[in-house]
Each structure stands twice: as C-alpha cells, then as structure tokens.
C-alpha cells in the first residue's frame, strides 16, 4: 500500500479458530493486501463492480457478499504469493500484464472471474521457469 494509505493492522500473538472475532480480523488482512495492488480505492471498487463507499466498509471488516469475499481472498492469496517472488512495484503491474500461462489473459480479470487456481498455477509456472 502507498505509505498514505497504509493502516496498522494488528495480528492477534494466537490464533484461535473459535474466537468470533477472527473472521473479521481475517477479512482486514485480506482487504490490506488486496487493496495494496490498487492504486485507489476507486480503482478498487471500479475493479471489483462495487460502490466506492464500499472500501471503508470492506476495510472495517463488514460483512461482505460471498463472491467479494471470494475475490478479496483470491487476492491476497496472489499478493501473498508474489511478495518475495516480485518487487512491489511489480506486482500491480504483473496482475495487469498478460500472461502467457493465461492464455494471454490478465491475471486481475482471471482473478475477477474466480479462477484462483489459473492465477497460483502461473505462478508457480514463472517461479519454477516454465515456458507456456
């Protein structure tokens, strides 16, 4: 995220799978790395098809819709992905480029279609070098 929209995020020192809590806490992780990758929270919203108002609910940790909810997991699962593996600056710029492993599609829109396991696949296809 940009230094003027970072935000502390607090992890809990353990977690524990029945406190009631956790999926909200989950849920803000999940809406920081994703919304790392956009350049504003327009942008965001303009991506994932919702009102922009939706951000600062999303980032609160509000109940989202499960296809958001799956979108902004599938996310962070690339970002989480990605980071070590590519500079910062790059990993917008990967999910905007077309990719060979894709068919030469953009990962952000075979993410915005639920296809996850395409994503990671060509990831893993880039970390270990393989041609498409």
Do not use: C
Request: charge should be neutral.
């Amino acid at each position: 995220m940009p230094k003027s929209q970072s935000a502390a995020i607090t992890f809990p020192s353990e977690v524990e799978l029945d406190d009631p809590n956790l999926g909200t806490t989950l849920q803000k992780v999940s809406y920081s790395l994703a919304r790392s990758i956009f350049s504003s929270d327009a942008e965001m919203a303009l991506a994932f098809g919702v009102d922009r108002s939706n951000m600062a609910r999303w980032k609160a940790g509000a109940p989202l819709s499960a296809i958001n909810l799956s979108r902004l997991v599938a996310f962070d699962v690339v970002v989480s992905l990605l980071v070590g593996f590519l500079s910062p600056t790059t990993i917008p710029k990967w999910l905007r480029s077309t990719n060979a492993h894709l068919s030469n599609r953009r990962p952000i829109d075979v993410l915005l279609a639920g296809k996850l396991s395409d994503v990671v696949a060509a990831i893993e296809n880039e970390k270990t070098g393989a041609f498409a």
